[in-house]
């Protein structure tokens, strides 16, 4: 990239389940940066090897943790952001160190990774985020954007502003609409929905404050994490005693399989004192062969890996429409049981009812309150939005809206790319 006088400011998409990065050259040419190998997102995950005493990161994490590698995972950390566990300890290759210290380690390999590849030092910043990153507390919200944006510092950038991530999106549409267009942008991640309804026109493109373009914002913490967890405590945990009615005619307790079905709160299954309360529930058990597999998947440490087979077969099972296989074999059992748990397109649709309605609210309330009776567009972003069910119910709720399918993992970035570039100019 060639050198510019305008000082360059990297878009920082920092998602719930993947991560991506962009960069609005000297040229006014959008350059994304290639995060993890050949892809420009890489998943928000870190993987503290144990023998080794390195920190993967991204794909390689992830892989490290799925071939059984001895160590740590670590996934969804923005969903920590707000929460108090953000200033816990936690261990990690026989050390204490703080998730937000964990955080900062994530942005630092972004940087490195990308500076590398544009071949300067980067420390200006555009970062994005959700509407709400924790629903109806403005107080723990506003620390969220604090936290992520010391963490960002912490990194070494030292200019930092922020945007909402569904404007960003709405910019990355801009580039590619030809006149006035109304939209709805729908960005469903892994944590958060996020709607923003806008008013785009190219040959404003340009302006720095869009305020008046933008008719109405709204958010939910609701995202594709939350359809994993659903989906996780559907079909796999009752094969591990949830909802067992059990010895005394009640169900098992069941906050470990909360626990563990939960991306940043599967670790708390592992504590000690967890395992300790885990293996005493054998007396609420009737029937033994589920509190065997619980204590398997606690002791072998399997909360991630079946979490990560849900959430393939859910993405599996939205893009064929096929029934998808949560292969369960890893559970110990006896020789000629297969185990496997299944996950439908009529399962998805029960299971999710519920959030993928309050999903579909949200997006309703921000036409409602951006005044306009219809909108010409709705612009799909973010991995989430490709999910089957959720798509049938948005297209059901805009009748006579065109519906376009975007950049799916790499939109935000490029919007705040854009933004970064129009703030800096
Ligand atoms: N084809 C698909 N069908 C359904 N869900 C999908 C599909 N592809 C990816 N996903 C889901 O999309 C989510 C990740 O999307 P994305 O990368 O946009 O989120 P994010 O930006 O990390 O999260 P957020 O914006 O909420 O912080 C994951 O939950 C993943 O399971
Ligand atoms: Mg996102």
């Given at each position: 990239m060639?050198?510019s006088k305008r000082?360059?400011?990297l878009g920082?998409d920092f998602g719930?389940s993947?991560s991506?990065?962009a960069l609005m050259?000297?040229d006014?040419?959008?350059h994304?940066?290639?995060?993890?190998g050949?892809?420009?997102?890489m998943?928000?995950?870190?993987?503290?090897?144990?023998e080794?005493?390195t920190v993967l990161y991204g794909?390689?994490?992830m892989q490290?943790?799925?071939?059984?590698t001895?160590?740590?995972l670590?996934r969804s950390?923005?969903?920590?952001?707000?929460s108090r566990?953000?200033?816990e300890?936690?261990?990690?290759?026989?050390?204490?160190i703080?998730?937000?210290d964990?955080?900062?380690?994530f942005f630092k390999?972004?940087?490195?990774r990308?500076?590398a590849q544009?071949?300067?030092p980067?420390?200006?910043a555009?970062?994005?985020?959700?509407v709400?990153?924790?629903?109806?507390?403005?107080g723990?919200d506003?620390?969220?954007?604090e936290?992520?944006?010391?963490a960002?510092?912490?990194?070494g950038?030292t200019?930092?502003?922020f945007?909402?991530e569904?404007?960003?999106?709405?910019?990355?549409?801009?580039?590619?609409v030809?006149?006035?267009?109304?939209?709805?942008v729908v960005?469903?991640?892994?944590?958060t929905?996020?709607f923003?309804?806008?008013?785009?026109n190219?040959?404003?493109?340009?302006i720095?404050?869009r305020?008046?373009?933008i008719?109405?914002?709204?958010g939910?913490h609701?995202?594709g994490t939350?359809f994993?967890r659903?989906?996780?405590?559907?079909?796999v945990m009752p094969l591990l005693?949830?909802?067992h009615?059990?010895?005394?005619?009640?169900?098992v307790?069941?906050s470990?399989?909360f626990d563990?079905?939960t991306?940043?709160?599967?670790h708390?299954?592992?504590t000690?004192k967890?395992?300790h309360?885990?293996k005493e529930?054998?007396t609420?058990y009737a029937?033994r062969?589920l509190?065997t597999?619980?204590?398997d998947?606690?002791e072998?440490?399997h909360?991630h890996?079946?979490?990560?087979?849900v959430?393939?077969?859910?993405i599996?099972?939205?893009?064929t429409?096929?029934?998808?296989?949560?292969?369960l074999?890893?559970?110990g059992h006896g020789?000629?049981?297969h185990?496997?748990a299944s996950v439908t397109?009529?399962?998805?649709?029960e299971?999710?009812q519920q959030?993928l309605?309050q999903v579909?609210?949200?997006?309703q309330?921000?036409?409602?309150?951006?005044?306009?009776s219809v909108?010409?567009?709705v612009?799909?972003?973010?991995?989430?939005?490709?999910?089957r069910?959720?798509?049938e119910?948005?297209?059901a709720a805009?009748?006579?809206a065109?519906l376009?399918?975007?950049?799916?993992?790499?939109?935000?970035a490029a919007?705040?790319?854009?933004a970064?570039a129009?703030?800096?100019?």
């Open positions: 060639s050198e000082p360059l400011v920082i719930t993947n991506a990065a050259g000297a006014g040419q959008m994304t940066i290639t995060l993890d050949t892809r420009a997102e998943p928000t995950a870190l993987f503290f090897a144990s080794t005493h794909s390689e994490a490290a943790y799925l071939a059984g001895e160590g740590r670590l950390l923005k969903s920590l952001l707000g566990l953000m200033d300890y936690t261990s990690v290759n026989g050390q204490s703080q998730f937000f964990i955080v900062v380690l390999e972004l940087k490195r990308c500076e544009v071949g300067q980067l420390t200006r555009m970062l994005g985020r959700p709400h990153f924790v629903d109806d507390d403005a723990r506003a620390l969220a954007q936290t992520l944006g010391r960002a510092q912490e990194a950038f200019d930092i502003a945007q909402l569904p404007i960003a999106a709405a910019l990355d549409f801009e580039q590619r030809e006149r006035e267009t109304t939209a709805l960005d469903i991640g892994g944590g929905s996020d923003t309804v806008i008013r785009l190219p040959a404003r493109s340009q720095r404050d305020s008046a373009d008719l109405a914002t709204t939910v609701i995202g939350d994993d659903l989906l996780d405590l559907s079909t005693g949830y909802r009615i059990g010895t005394g005619g009640r169900p307790p069941n470990v399989f563990l079905c991306w940043h709160l599967i708390q299954a592992y000690r967890a395992m309360f885990a529930l054998w609420d029937d062969t509190h597999r619980l204590m998947a606690l072998g440490q909360g890996r079946m979490l990560a087979g959430e393939t077969a859910k599996a099972c939205s893009v429409g096929e029934d998808a296989l949560v292969d074999d890893f559970l020789p000629s049981e185990l496997g397109l009529p399962v998805m649709a299971t999710l959030a309605a579909v609210q949200c997006a309330l921000c036409v409602e309150r951006s005044g306009l909108v010409d567009a612009y799909l972003t973010g991995g989430s939005s490709a999910l069910p959720l798509m119910a948005l297209r805009m009748p006579g065109r376009v399918e975007g950049n799916r993992f790499g939109g935000v919007g705040l790319a854009v970064g129009t703030q800096a100019v």
